[in-house]
């Protein structure tokens, strides 16, 4: 975490946009710091494309050498850079976080200081199909610790911003109602009291209750009437998402 910090307030000053994704993002939200505590294997960002070169050079300044087979594989999506092997890395997506559905981030790295938005980070985790252990945890956390809003602020879930998205969206909408279940379903795992379940599971059907409600668009409408006789969702490999 510190040196995520360091990285990203050595690019702060340069006026270059890197912010923290995956695992760490969720810790630095995390309140209780217990529950939400793990192992984590990199460090992972957000950056901007037309920020690329500058990127490169920061890292360069900062004693990385890039991995340029990532650059090229992705299509340019993906920076990668390391120090004295490949497998302590840190990795730069830009502009967007291409998971089973893509999260556009260029307009939106600017709402908290040192990662996404509350509310993108969310929703990376909860569109993911299988979700494991870590995933389930980090977004309990998240509902658990952080207040629901309407409005792009620090700290705070914009339940209009999800329920927007996912109306734009039907497979979206299909795997982050379907993981909502999943996660109600799977809370008795956590050792969390009584009253952190009735937070989380009143909090998690605000978030339901709001994505259902906003009206769909007729793209959206004309998705779901197909369903899931077509695929919905774009297999990822896993990765291209380390560290989530």
Same mark, same amino acid.
């Given at each position: 975490?510190?040196?995520?910090?360091?990285?990203?307030?050595?690019?702060?000053?340069?006026?270059?946009? &890197?912010?923290?994704?995956?695992?760490?993002? %969720?810790?630095?939200?995390?309140?209780?710091?217990?529950?939400?505590?793990?192992? $984590?294997?990199?460090?992972?960002?957000?950056?901007?494309? *037309?920020?690329?070169?500058?990127?490169?050079?920061?890292?360069?300044?900062?004693?990385?050498?890039?991995?340029?087979?990532?650059? =090229?594989?992705?299509?340019?999506?993906?920076?990668?850079?390391?120090?004295?092997?490949?497998?302590?890395?840190?990795? %730069?997506? =830009?502009?967007?976080?291409?998971?089973?559905?893509?999260?556009?981030?260029?307009?939106?790295?600017?709402?908290?200081?040192?990662?996404?938005?509350?509310?993108? =980070? &969310?929703?990376?985790?909860?569109?993911?199909?299988?979700?494991?252990?870590?995933? %389930?945890?980090?977004? =309990?956390?998240?509902?658990?610790? /952080?207040? /629901?809003?309407?409005?792009?602020?620090?700290?705070?879930?914009?339940?209009? $911003?999800?329920?927007?998205?996912?109306?734009?969206?039907?497979?979206? $909408?299909?795997? %982050?109602?379907?993981?909502?279940?999943?996660?109600?379903?799977?809370?008795?795992?956590?050792? &969390?009291? /009584?009253?952190?379940?009735?937070?989380?599971?009143?909090?998690?059907?605000?978030?339901?209750?709001?994505?259902? *409600?906003?009206?769909?668009?007729?793209?959206?409408?004309?998705?779901?009437?197909?369903?899931?006789?077509?695929?919905?969702?774009?297999?990822?490999?896993?990765?291209?998402?380390?560290?989530?």
């Amino acid at each position: 975490m510190a040196e995520a910090k360091q990285i990203i307030d050595f690019a702060r000053k340069r006026g270059v946009i &890197l912010r923290l994704i995956g695992g760490l993002a %969720v810790r630095n939200h995390c309140v209780i710091t217990f529950f939400c505590e793990r192992e $984590y294997l990199d460090i992972d960002f957000v950056g901007l494309s *037309k920020q690329s070169e500058a990127i490169s050079r920061l890292f360069e300044d900062l004693g990385y050498k890039e991995n340029r087979n990532m650059w =090229l594989t992705t299509a340019g999506n993906q920076k990668q850079f390391y120090k004295k092997n490949l497998e302590d890395h840190v990795d %730069v997506f =830009l502009d967007s976080l291409k998971m089973e559905h893509d999260i556009d981030l260029r307009e939106r790295l600017n709402i908290e200081d040192y990662t996404i938005s509350i509310s993108d =980070l &969310l929703l990376s985790k909860i569109q993911i199909f299988e979700l494991n252990e870590k995933d %389930v945890r980090d977004i =309990l956390t998240m509902v658990k610790d /952080l207040p /629901l809003g309407e409005e792009d602020t620090k700290g705070v879930i914009n339940v209009k $911003y999800l329920a927007e998205i996912c109306a734009r969206n039907w497979g979206l $909408y299909h795997d %982050v109602m379907m993981n909502i279940d999943t996660c109600v379903k799977l809370m008795p795992n956590y050792n &969390l009291t /009584l009253e952190e379940t009735e937070k989380i599971k009143t909090k998690l059907d605000k978030i339901k209750e709001s994505i259902e *409600k906003v009206p769909k668009t007729p793209k959206w409408k004309l998705r779901a009437k197909i369903g899931e006789r077509r695929p919905w969702r774009r297999k990822v490999e896993e990765q291209r998402i380390a560290g989530t």
